[in-house]
Nanobody
Framework: QVQLVESGGGLVQPGGSLTLSCAAS????????MGWFRQAPGKEREFVAA????????YYPDSVKGRFTISRDNAMNTVYLQLNSLRPADTAVYYC?????????????????WGQGTQVTVSS
């Protein structure tokens, strides 16, 4: 059974940092693109970051570019999301997702595997 399990969420003050982790089990994703999405209350799930199978290519929307960094460790079957300079608008449940192909996508429907999500709350 394929599982993606996120961890690392929590409560942080504006300007603070968090590192989210996503551990995959049940199969290897070392040859698959991975992504992070987030969903705030009452809003649609939105794309946050994506990384190709090797880690060479990454993509971010303008809303997080320069503040968030996605990375991966294929030996550990794990993908990370470093969140810096956090803002209250970043408050959401953050989801890890995986594709069956090696190249990245920003489209939610292109990801076939999802984690259960981890809550990130940015508040003073």
């Amino acid at each position: 059974q394929v599982q993606l399990v996120e961890s690392g969420g929590g409560l942080v003050q504006p300007g603070g940092s968090l590192t989210l982790s996503c551990a995959a089990s049940g199969r290897t994703f070392s040859n698959a693109a991975m992504g992070w999405f987030r969903q705030a209350p009452g809003k649609e799930r939105e794309f946050v970051a994506a990384i190709n199978w090797s880690g060479e290519y990454k993509y971010y929307p303008d809303s997080v570019k320069g503040r968030f960094t996605i990375s991966r460790d294929n030996a550990m079957n794990t993908v990370y999301l470093q969140l810096n300079s956090l803002r209250p608008a970043d408050t959401a449940v953050y989801y890890c997702a995986a594709r069956d192909v090696s190249y990245i996508s920003i489209r939610r429907n292109d990801y076939g595997y999802w984690g259960q999500g981890t809550q990130v709350t940015v508040s003073s």
